[in-house]
């Protein structure tokens, strides 16, 4: 069995339109994520088509489009696609024009039902036969009271993305998942969810770009990569944002990549093979394989034969191969990972992994 697949040309080269995620991959808060504006711009000029997918209902597309070009990346709202797009898209499908829809959630989430002809109400007094969730900083009891109110009356609940968290320049904060979870609590009944990792988001953005060969590029796991998955689409991992080597390690099949990548950069590099040979995985110089009896992972390094352990630094060939190494044995073993305790170890950012672009 084959972990990582090869790509002998860069992705930008291989596909023709890249469904990029926003927060971790392209930016952080307001600032551009190292090299993602070069990356991105080198990209387009060799003739790759972007669409950004992101799980935040709250802005529109517009405003999406602003902060990119502001930060370096100039974008266009039609090059964006959001949950809440996904979510108004949805109802618009199984919903006629005019219908009431109770919006929880902003600016972004109310314009996009808008769009698809529907009826914007903020109050369950005025029936609504939908309430649509997603993020926005200011709901708060009296927003959720009102969904509840609802859904007990009977509207259907959708919710644009179930992320509990969402990163900020201090951490982790509430995401719309746990806002949710709140409304879950009081009625008993689970929403159906549109964003990440549903594959639907990606098939609407694949959709509005022509895209005949999309791949998908995040940062998380259980958002990005398992809805390419779900998809049926190409993911690269990017190391730039909330998913880093200790949980690729233990990656779950359905979320596993099929490339991983420094950043945004590996748009415009080859990726090399990962392959068996005997106890071992390897991907160029590098070499990985998985201990049974001690339940850990081993790198060689010449003579040498690493045990990794918390604080250890590997370079990116490296984590390919202990990536495959964890992940056959844990298929091997027809458990989600032979890891019971990962460790916690770091990739080199310098990049000098065997035919590493600078």
Not at 74 to 97: I, N, Y
Not at 289 to 306: K, M, N, P, Q, Y
Not at 320 to 341: E, F, I, K, N
């Amino acid at each position: 069995m084959r972990y990582l697949e090869p790509l002998e040309a860069a992705p930008a080269q291989t596909f023709d339109v890249a469904l990029l995620d926003l927060d971790g991959v392209v930016y952080r808060g307001p600032d551009a994520v190292a090299h993602a504006p070069e990356a991105i711009a080198a990209a387009r000029a060799g003739g790759l088509g972007v669409m950004y997918v992101t799980n935040n209902a709250n802005r529109p597309p517009s405003t999406v489009a602003a902060h990119l070009t502001e930060i370096g990346v100039p974008t266009e709202p039609e090059e964006v696609t959001t949950a809440a797009q996904a979510a108004a898209g949805l109802v618009s499908s199984e919903h006629a024009p005019g219908t009431r829809v109770l919006v929880v959630g902003g600016t972004g989430l109310r314009e996009a039902l808008a769009a698809e002809g529907m009826t914007v109400v903020r109050s369950a007094d005025d029936d609504p036969a939908v309430v649509v969730q997603g993020f926005a900083p200011e709901v708060g009891w009296a927003e959720l009271t009102e969904a509840l109110l609802a859904i007990n009356a009977g509207a259907e609940h959708i919710a644009s993305n179930l992320d509990a968290t969402l990163p900020m320049e201090r951490g982790s904060a509430i995401g719309n998942g746990s806002l949710v979870a709140a409304v879950v609590n009081a009625t008993g009944t689970m929403p159906r969810s549109t964003g990440k990792p549903q594959p639907a988001i990606f098939e609407q953005a694949a959709a509005r770009a022509g895209a005949e060969r999309p791949f998908v590029v995040g940062d998380r796991l259980d958002t990005d990569l398992e809805g390419a998955r779900a998809a049926g689409y190409p993911g690269i991992h990017v190391l730039t944002g909330v998913d880093l080597a200790p949980a690729l390690l233990a990656c779950v099949p359905e979320q596993r990549p099929t490339q991983l990548a420094h950043d945004l950069r590996g748009l415009l590099e080859p990726h090399p093979a990962v392959e068996q040979d005997g106890l071992w995985w390897c991907c160029r110089g590098a070499a990985a394989r998985f201990d049974s009896d001690s339940g850990t992972l081993i790198v060689a390094r010449g003579e040498d034969h690493l045990t990794l352990t918390d604080g250890d630094e590997v370079d990116l060939d490296e984590l390919r191969a202990a990536c495959a190494a964890a992940w056959d044995a844990a298929d091997r073993a027809g458990v989600p990972t032979v890891l019971t305790r990962c460790p916690q170890i770091r990739v080199r950012p310098d990049r000098k992994d065997a035919g590493a672009i600078a």
